[in-house]
């Protein structure tokens, strides 16, 4: 709530201090812990830190693979925050790479049928990732 109300420096330490709370009590691995890492990297995207913000999204994909997999459909948003991040950064194949494999996730969760489009939109104060469903799920 405080990222999407522009109130990054609140939102940063909210997140330094969830993330080491939860590397304390549930380890470096745990879904809580690697969401906070990703949410910090995400409010230093939106701080336009953007070295910041890729160091925390690869770490939290690191983490995210190592407990369950290559191609668990838990890895779809940290892959989707990377594409953004290169977006941003000027890399437009890596992005695109990041995407792809997000998406294909996301096709692997719910169906090809299901997920009938994504893309990234250009938004305040910098890309967003839209999905839209066919309705069959």
Known sequence: MLRREGRLEEARSHYERA?????????T???????????LGMVAYDSDRLDEALAHNQQ?????????????????????????????AGRPAVARRNLTQ???LLQKENGTD????????????????????SGRH
């Open 19 to 27: 993330l080491a709370i939860f590397e304390r009590s549930k380890g």
């Open 29 to 39: 691995d745990h879904p809580s812990t690697v969401t906070a890492l990703g949410g």
């Open 60 to 88: 939290a994909l690191e983490r995210i693979q190592r407990s369950v997999g290559q191609d668990s459909p838990r890895l779809e948003m940290s892959l989707r925050n990377l594409g953004l991040i290169h977006l941003r």
């Open 102 to 104: 997000a998406l294909g």
């Open 114 to 133: 299901s997920v009938v489009a994504c893309g990234v939109v250009r938004d305040r104060p910098g890309w967003t990732w839209r999905r839209a469903h």
